[in-house]
């Protein structure tokens, strides 16, 4: 998965707590290169308690120029193709998207495949002995949160110090 090309990870954030996305990250898992960094119209109001998670409000996402979803999963399709989707609870990330793409009519879902996807949540989790939630400097928005995942996979997958 940390070879040139053949993963991303994607984190979204939602107008609610399970709601329609209103930003969405990805990122090159071998380069660390942003491939992909919106926000997006939810067409709906922030959630006050979504906001206090995310901190990101209904001026942002509604401001000239902030793409809807059904613009942005183009280009979420272009940056994702042929690779392993990592994500940080992936089910989450993955539900949001399907419900944005079902409430768009998109039907081109090969983004959805949970074949597709990998979960570094309960791997993480295991390898640090740690709870299920990942801690992140700098509040969660989806571009934070992307950089972190790679850090604490690239931590999970270098070779053991041996010997030691």
Excluded at 9 to 20: K, N, Q, R, S, Y
Excluded at 114 to 127: E, F, K
């Amino acid at each position: 998965m940390t070879q040139p090309g053949r993963a991303v990870i994607l984190d979204v954030e939602t107008a609610w707590m399970f709601g329609p996305i209103c930003e969405i990250a990805v990122i090159d898992v071998f380069s660390g290169r942003l491939l992909l960094n919106t926000l997006v119209n939810p067409g709906v109001a922030i959630d006050p308690a979504a906001y206090a998670v995310h901190g990101i409000s209904d001026s942002e996402v509604s401001a000239p120029g902030v793409p809807m979803w059904s613009a942005v999963f183009d280009q979420l399709r272009a940056v994702v193709a042929g690779r392993a989707i990592l994500a940080y609870n992936a089910d989450y990330d993955r539900d949001a998207i399907w419900a944005d793409c079902h409430r768009y009519g998109l039907t081109d879902l090969w983004v959805m495949d949970a074949a597709n996807w990998a979960d570094v949540m309960a791997p993480r989790s295991h390898h640090r002995y740690q709870t299920w939630f990942l801690k992140n400097e700098g509040g969660h928005r989806a571009a934070g949160d992307v950089a972190t995942t790679r850090r604490h996979l690239l931590e999970m997958t270098e070779p053991a110090p041996w010997p030691r």
